[in-house]
């Protein structure tokens, strides 16, 4: 791990150690974007997501459970989730298990 209280210059800065936050230092690195990852735990263990070590497993056709999962995303991001990638996430979740 590498402490620094000095990142130089960079085009984007990520905010938080999570798996949005590695997913977008992935996708802009690959827009030739020099990015920094600045974290309070270690990247990959923050665990602030609902769906940190998840496999959110349900059957495509139960409303009940889609709508739990759903909800739990909504409350553990603060209420402030854009909830078209929150539906759009709880919809295709259980295609990418199968």
């Given at each position: 791990m590498v402490r620094t209280t000095d990142i130089g210059m960079v085009d984007i800065a990520i905010i938080g150690g999570g798996l949005?936050?590695?997913y977008a230092a992935l996708e802009a690195s690959n827009h030739d974007e020099s990015v920094a990852i600045i974290s309070k735990k270690p990247v990959?263990?923050?665990g602030a997501s609902v769906i940190y070590k998840s496999i959110h497993r349900f059957l495509p056709n139960n409303t009940k459970e889609k709508l739990s999962y759903k909800d739990a995303i909504i409350e553990a991001g603060r209420y402030i989730n854009n909830l078209d990638l929150v539906d759009?996430?709880?919809e295709s979740a259980p295609q990418k298990n199968e």
């Open positions: 949005a936050a590695m990959g263990k923050s759009t996430f709880v």
